[in-house]
Nanobody, 112 residues
Framework: QVKLVESGGDLVQPGGSLRLSCLES????????MGWYRQVPGKEREFLAT???????RVADSVKGRFSISRDNAKNTVYLQMYNLNAEDTGIYYC??????WGQGTQVTVSS
């Protein structure tokens, strides 16, 4: 059974950084295309970044320059590195794969 588990969410001050992790199990991660999304209260789930199994990357314009995505196939993990966080980045962050599985999400709160 495929399972995605996000971690790394936290309370961080404005201007701070955070790295989220998403561990995939139950499939061959080397061939998974992975993505990160976030859900902000009152808004629809928003695309942030994807990385293909070949390592091709796409980052949403809204976070380009502040967020980056990477993967470690040896650890079955995809990462979302976030810099210069602001209050508008507060939300629940989810990862998914290309066959439609989603994790349970991890909460990021940016507040002083």
């Amino acid at each position: 059974q495929v399972k995605l588990v996000e971690s790394g969410g936290d309370l961080v001050q404005p201007g701070g950084s955070l790295r989220l992790s998403c561990l995939e199990s139950g499939s061959d991660f080397r061939f998974s295309n992975m993505g990160w999304y976030r859900q902000v209260p009152g808004k629809e789930r928003e695309f942030l970044a994807t990385i293909t199994w070949l390592g091709n990357i796409r980052v949403a314009d809204s976070v380009k320059g502040r967020f980056s995505i990477s993967r470690d196939n040896a650890k079955n993990t995809v990462y979302l590195q976030m810099y210069n966080l602001n209050a508008e980045d507060t939300g629940i962050y989810y990862c998914n794969n290309d066959v439609g599985y989603w994790g349970q999400g991890t909460q990021v709160t940016v507040s002083s």
